[in-house]
């Protein structure tokens, strides 16, 4: 763990969000918008969370480090709730409420320049379906916190086979990051483990240009 995560992580188990924005706008400046969100907010959340795991801090911390980062994402980067028009790329989170995933990926995709739909927050798979459809989305993100609503992954594909209607879907999560298959068993196209591999996944699709904005 670098100086930069060591003061991070610090400030947010002491529910110091002050002091976590300063460091987290230091990092902008030193490492880029991109760089500074994988550095210190993904991977100082998913040390906290194994922390966690291995009963070394409450679950209040990690609650508390993840709703902190999440207010700070609004508030320094502050494109989570932008209108993006007709872009066929979306995100969408399923059964899960959590926003500091998604919050991240509408930030860094929309500060490069790309146009993507937030589909919301908390959506059935059958309703996903048809905003799926109806706004001809291509390429979905979806961002997972609970083991329950990765596999609900699975219903949203089989759901789209039954419509006839495809796209190509990445999803990122806790889920995804402790087993390193699931994604293939959930039927998902790929599965990203940082904002990076996200912007290198929508980057490499074919007509990359199609997704950035005018």
Not at 105 to 133: N, T
Request: aromatic residues 6%; charged residues 25%; negative net charge.
């Amino acid at each position: 763990m670098t100086e930069l995560q060591s003061k991070y992580r610090n400030a947010l188990l002491s529910f110091q969000k002050q002091e976590a924005l300063t460091i987290l706008k230091k990092g902008v400046d030193e490492l880029g918008q991109s760089n500074a969100i994988d550095a210190l907010i993904t991977q100082v959340l998913k040390d906290v969370g194994e922390e966690w795991v291995k009963g070394e801090l409450a679950i209040s911390q990690v609650y508390m480090s993840a709703r902190i980062s999440e207010e700070l994402c609004e508030e320094l980067f502050g494109h989570a709730e932008e209108d993006q028009g007709e872009s066929t790329l979306a995100i969408s989170t399923l059964s899960d409420y959590h926003q500091l995933g998604k919050r991240i990926m509408c930030s860094v995709l929309r500060a490069s320049g790309y146009k993507i739909r937030d589909l919301g927050s908390g959506i059935s798979p059958d309703a996903l379906v048809e905003l799926i459809i109806e706004g001809g989305i291509k390429h979905l993100l979806i961002s997972t916190l609970m083991l329950p609503t990765a596999l609900q992954v699975l219903d949203l594909r089989n759901a789209l086979k039954a419509r006839n209607y495809h796209l190509e879907i990445m999803v990122g999560g806790a889920p995804f990051n402790f087993d390193k298959k699931l994604h293939q068993r959930v039927g998902a196209d790929a599965v990203g483990h940082s904002a990076k591999d996200a912007m290198e996944w929508i980057n490499a699709r074919s007509g990359r240009s199609y997704f950035r904005a005018e």
